[in-house]
Nanobody
Framework: QVQLVESGGGLVQPGGSLRLSCEASISIASFVFMGWYRQAPGKERELVATITTRGSTNYADSVNGRFTISRDNAKNTVYLQMNSLKPEDTAVYYC????????WGQGTQVTVSS
């Protein structure tokens, strides 16, 4: 059973920063790519960022320039560094790993509010 466990969410003021972590129970090299998604109340889950085994990254326009996805293969962990956070970034953030199927974490809440 593959497990992805997110951590690092919390309450932060606008303009602040958080770093989310996603630790996998298997080597993250097993995934074609890994990514972060988020879902705000009443909205569909949306893609935030992805990273491939080659290190190529993609970002949603709404976070490009503010968020950075990275990985540490030795720790089986993918990170999402979030800077200059805005209230509209408030959502549950989910980790995703893709092989022949998708694997999902249970999510971590990020709330941006003053």
């Amino acid at each position: 059973q593959v497990q992805l466990v997110e951590s690092g969410g919390g309450l932060v003021q606008p303009g602040g920063s958080l770093r989310l972590s996603c630790e996998a129970s298997i080597s993250i090299a097993s995934f074609v790519f890994m990514g972060w998604y988020r879902q705000a109340p009443g909205k569909e889950r949306e893609l935030v960022a992805t990273i491939t085994t080659r290190g190529s990254t993609n970002y949603a326009d709404s976070v490009n320039g503010r968020f950075t996805i990275s990985r540490d293969n030795a720790k089986n962990t993918v990170y999402l560094q979030m800077n200059s956070l805005k209230p509209e970034d408030t959502a549950v953030y989910y980790c995703n790993g893709k092989t022949y199927r998708d694997y999902w974490g249970q999510g971590t809440q990020v709330t941006v509010s003053s």
